[in-house]
């Protein structure tokens, strides 16, 4: 009988920490292997975690609620297999002190003659210090930067036995948020806690997934140069269309007839003509991305965003991508969606039109470098042929990341969408027979 | 010793143009060439005399986790071991004094602003030598920008041994720079 910890798993290349929403053992109950022993919300995604052997559940160190690090002990559980189990991560070390490094030691052979303080030329080495130790240039900073006395004591110190350099002050001065300096100075911490802020208004604590479209948002912001263009497209025949086959198009297929498929479709097999849309940065390389995988950003029921993505669009007939759009919704609505279903995406549309909204200027789902977003459609008077119409109009903004597209480029691929898009038929939506 | 200057090269082009300035200078200046680096040092000399004023430092090799305060043979051993470190990732500073008096106050004051650590190293013994000079001004001058204690690396205060084995022991190299920075920048 042994006893092994288990893991938070790793759930996708970019992810740090899982929520541990349940727990389907509690202490003390038997577990068979590949049983579900929790449920870890992540990055968008529910992931049901298995025991890696037959056992007991032993304790539980993260409750339902808590979040973890990937790698860090969640539960231990006895086990009378007998398997070997990988250590859990140490926490990664702040200081570089365990690198190796190539130097020699040339006086090594004289040490035990004379003993290494009279032979290692320094001399005695540096003093040893506790943690409160402060440099001067450390207090210098914190004087000029207003940084508390408490404030100094809750920064982690990545010096020895774990002193506050100066590197942490100043990374901590560049993370400290812009007027946290009142909250701070009011109550002597560095992050307010519910307490400190809670005579402002109604704390709501964010989410595991709010957080992460938070970063995510703010992190593309900061990433590209993000530009919008919106062009007009004339869907009057498509509305004829739509209204004239829906009944018959649902009968056949299963599922409604959605602009936003449409949208899909056609983007799709654009995308083939501009790979620079149809692309990721990494670092300082572009890749033009072999397959076309469109994300579709989908509001939740509980104000959150999930972008399953429609592998392969660019292969699909327009019933398929259909189909597999309304298939997606679904299990993003139930919050069934898996790993394979939100990854892989290479552009993305987010239609806002729902609500109304004609013209958006939607952001970047990175490493992507351009997304489609919808309007409503609207029907409005325009001018043909010298003549007023009414006609039914969508404006599509494109947003694009002007370090990779550049505005003629955004333009001519908007003006193809257009075109392509006016000029659909029943034969390339597969309604021809209906 | 007063109204004595004292000069101390390490690079070719820097002999040429300090002992330039030194020969006009109007005081007696002493002009020190290292042995060791009479066939180590290889650099080819511009034909332009470029007047070197006496009392300036040069950086050889900028960073700014830390700098290393020397003269003499010692540069060349702390360039070697800041290159290896850059390999680290440790991004360290080296001045060359130049020259010893005066020695450049500026120049280390502003090389301590820069890096708020610093590795004083030299040949001599430790006891009363340069570098007590140069950690003192440190000490007086720019305190407030320490972000470690001073830290000195020079030969042991023993008699220059003769064999091979204990005069690599005895003398400061590349190896026993890059194991102090290390300690210094880890600090």
Redesign the interface.
């Known amino acids: 009988m042994k006893t092994i910890p288990i893991l938070m798993p790793q759930m996708g290349q970019s992810v740090a920490e899982g929520t541990i929403i349940k727990w389907r053992k509690q202490v003390g109950e038997e577990v068979a292997a590949d049983e579900v022993l929790m449920e870890v919300e992540s990055d968008k995604i529910t992931v049901e975690v298995e025991s890696p052997v037959a056992g007991r559940l032993n304790s539980i160190l993260k409750e339902e609620g808590a979040r973890a690090k990937v790698g860090e002990v969640v539960a231990m559980l006895e086990t009378e297999a007998d398997i070997h189990v990988d250590e859990p991560a140490e926490p990664p070390k702040e200081?570089?002190?365990n690198?190796p490094?190539?130097?020699?030691?040339?006086?090594q052979?004289?040490v035990s003659v004379?003993g290494e303080d009279?032979?290692?030329?320094?001399?005695p080495?540096?003093?040893e210090?506790t943690r409160d130790w402060l440099?001067?240039?450390?207090l210098?900073l914190a004087m000029l930067n207003n940084i508390s006395l408490k404030e100094l004591q809750e920064i982690r110190g990545s010096?020895?036995r774990g002193?506050v350099?100066?590197n942490d002050i100043l990374e901590y001065l560049a993370r400290r948020p812009l007027g946290a300096t009142s909250i701070a100075q009011a109550t002597g911490k560095a992050t307010p806690t519910p307490r400190d802020v809670e005579r402002l208004g109604q704390v709501v604590p964010m989410t595991s997934i709010r957080r992460t479209i938070a970063d995510h948002m703010v992190q593309s912001i900061h990433t590209s140069a993000h530009v919008t263009m919106v062009h007009m497209v004339d869907m009057t025949h498509i509305v004829e269309l739509r209204n004239r086959i829906k009944a018959s198009f649902e009968r056949r297929y299963g599922v409604k007839m959605s602009y936003t498929a449409v949208m899909i479709y056609v983007t799709a097999r654009v995308l083939k003509d501009f790979p620079t849309a149809n692309a990721s940065v990494f670092g300082d390389n572009l890749v033009l991305r072999n397959e076309v995988n469109i994300g579709c950003a989908v509001a939740l029921p509980d104000e959150s965003l999930v972008v399953p993505v429609v592998k392969n669009a660019d292969k699909h007939s327009f019933p398929e991508i259909a189909q597999e759009l309304e298939r997606l919704i679904k299990l993003a609505r139930e919050k069934q969606l898996k790993r394979g279903d939100v990854e892989g995406g290479t552009f993305s549309i987010s239609n806002f039109g729902a609500f109304g909204s004609i013209i958006g200027t939607p952001i970047i789902y990175q490493p992507q470098v351009a997304i489609l977003g919808m309007g409503a459609i609207v029907r409005m008077p325009s001018v043909v042929n010298d003549h007023v119409v009414m006609g039914d109009r969508l404006y599509l903004s494109f947003s694009f990341d002007h370090r990779v597209i550049d505005g003629a480029q955004g333009g001519r691929f908007l003006n193809a969408i257009q075109t392509r898009t006016e000029a659909l038929t029943e034969k390339d939506l597969g309604c021809e027979k209906l | 010793m007063p109204g004595v200057k004292v000069v101390y090269p390490a690079f070719p082009s820097d002999a040429r143009n300090l002992i330039y300035t030194s020969v006009l200078d109007p005081n007696p200046v002493i002009f020190l060439e290292n042995k060791y680096l009479y066939r180590h040092v290889k650099e080819l000399v511009p034909n332009e005399i470029d007047a070197v004023r006496l009392g300036s430092a040069r950086i050889v090799r900028p960073g700014q986790e830390a700098v290393v305060l020397t003269y003499g043979a010692m540069v060349h051993e702390a360039v070697h071991a800041a290159t290896?470190?850059a390999g680290?990732?440790?991004d360290v500073m080296v001045v060359d004094m130049r020259t010893l008096k005066p020695y450049d106050e500026d120049a280390i004051i502003a090389a301590v602003a820069a890096t708020?650590r610093v590795l004083v190293v030299h040949e001599g013994w430790?006891t009363c030598g340069f570098g007590a000079e140069l950690s003192a001004v440190v000490a007086e001058r720019a305190?407030?920008?320490?972000?470690?204690?001073v830290?000195?690396?020079?030969?042991?205060?023993?008699p220059v041994p003769y064999a091979p084995?204990?005069e690599?022991?005895?003398r400061?190299?590349a190896?026993?720079i890059?194991?102090?920075l290390?300690?210094?920048?880890?600090?």
């Not at chain 2, 830290?151 to 023993?158: E, H, S, Y």
């Not at chain 2, 290390?182 to 600090?187: A, D, F, G, T």
Request: hydrophobic content about 35%.
């Open positions: 200081t570089r002190s690198r490094h190539a130097g020699g030691d040339g006086g052979v004289m004379m009279d032979w290692n030329g320094g001399g080495r540096l003093p210090l440099s001067p240039f450390v210098r010096g020895q002193r350099t100066k | 290896r470190l680290q990732g440790y708020n430790r305190f407030h920008l320490l972000d470690a204690p830290m000195r690396l020079t030969a042991p205060d023993v084995e204990l690599a022991a005895f400061p190299n190896d026993k890059e194991k102090a290390v300690e210094l920048i880890e600090y």
